[in-house]
């Protein structure tokens, strides 16, 4: 074997970096079906195919915004596998790292229009995602990225997916802490957890207060763990450095560094809410890449989540960076009177 110069070597470690990814999101993706209008399934013809997952959709979202996300995750080796690595490269997420399992399939799941919200119905027991582990942990993609993003679904798919979240979250070492954030949507999805016949509460609260960025829904956190307040889900959520809390259309709250930063939603057009929470975090996410502060951080997530909130999709389209950061320096009052497009 020949090795390298320092200088080439020297090299090669600053394409690896330049190369490498911003974001690393690991999650399960599934093949999406869904009805082309808002008349609920068991009424439709015939559906179309998407791809949805709360964490590509996240580095879906962070690629749209004009940063290098990767997806690590497991496939079936099937048609919807094919689909979803499609679309997710067409997007401008780096798939490479995308393992494939030839026994378990691709999970699927069903979109369900009702007159008060988009029902989902899920078909991903025993599916390829199920079966990452702890080892996953040691991908090289995850130790040269940036921010490593999981959610609370992960936890509950599988023992060896939880494993996984606990060796990402509470396993990690101090020089892996310098090294790297691990942000962390808590996602929860009660379903999964009654299935896996594990409680949800105390799980999701170990692996929020190990994380480094936490997302929170108000209401989600009020039904796991009781409080109501921002400012007492905060408090229950220490020692995480940042904690967000969104409360839908009201806004949303963070925690940082000892300071509290409030941001109002912007007025925008409801068409569907499925993936506006994943929306929001990418467009976080990608304020913390670019070290904006706080209040800059949180009105690129409304914006990036308006955008999901006008479409059926649960990946939409970034609005330009040409409309999104202008918006970020104005002032209070001009904020309040955006409305998000």
């Not at 330049?18 to 609920?40: F, I, K, S, W, Y």
């Not at 808590?186 to 170990?206: I, M």
Request: net charge negative; hydrophobic share 40%.
């Amino acid at each position: 074997m020949t090795v390298p110069s320092p200088a080439r070597a020297a090299d090669d470690q600053e394409q690896a970096r330049t190369h490498a990814p911003d974001v690393v999101c690991v999650g399960e993706t599934m093949a999406v079906l869904g009805p082309p209008d808002e008349r609920p399934l068991a009424e439709q013809p015939a559906l179309s195919l998407a791809v949805g997952g709360a964490e590509s959709n996240v580095a879906c979202g962070l690629a749209g915004l004009g940063h290098r996300a990767a997806w690590l995750s497991r496939l079936g080796d099937d048609p919807f596998a094919h689909r979803i690595l499609a679309e997710l490269t067409a997007r401008g997420v780096d798939v490479s790292g995308v393992e494939t399992d030839p026994e378990r399939p691709t999970g699927v799941y069903f979109k369900d229009p009702a007159p008060d919200r988009t029902r989902t119905h899920y078909y991903r027991g025993g599916s390829a995602a199920t079966g990452m582990g702890p080892e996953l942990a040691d991908h090289p993609l995850l130790r040269q990225a940036r921010v490593v993003h999981v959610s609370g679904i992960t936890a509950a798919l599988s023992g060896s997916c939880a494993a996984l979240l606990e060796a990402l979250l509470a396993g990690r070492q101090d020089g892996e802490r310098r090294q790297r954030l691990v942000s962390f949507d808590v996602n929860h999805r009660p379903a999964l957890w009654r299935a896996a016949g594990t409680e949800a509460a105390p799980a999701l609260l170990a692996l929020a207060r190990a994380a480094d960025i936490v997302f929170v829904g108000r209401d989600e956190a009020e039904a796991l763990w009781g409080p109501a307040r921002p400012d007492d889900i905060a408090e229950l959520l220490a020692p995480a450095p940042v904690v967000v809390v969104k409360d839908a259309e009201h806004g949303a709250t963070s925690y940082a560094g000892g300071r509290r930063t409030f941001v109002p939603s912007p007025p925008t057009e409801v068409v569907e809410a499925v993936g506006a929470g994943d929306a929001f975090a990418a467009g976080y996410l990608a304020g913390v890449l670019e070290d904006r502060d706080e209040r800059s951080r949180l009105r690129l997530g409304h914006l990036a989540a308006g955008a999901a909130l006008r479409t059926r999709d649960d990946v939409p389209v970034m609005p330009p960076r040409t409309e999104t950061d202008p918006v970020l320096s104005l002032d209070d009052d001009a904020w309040a009177t955006t409305t998000a497009r």
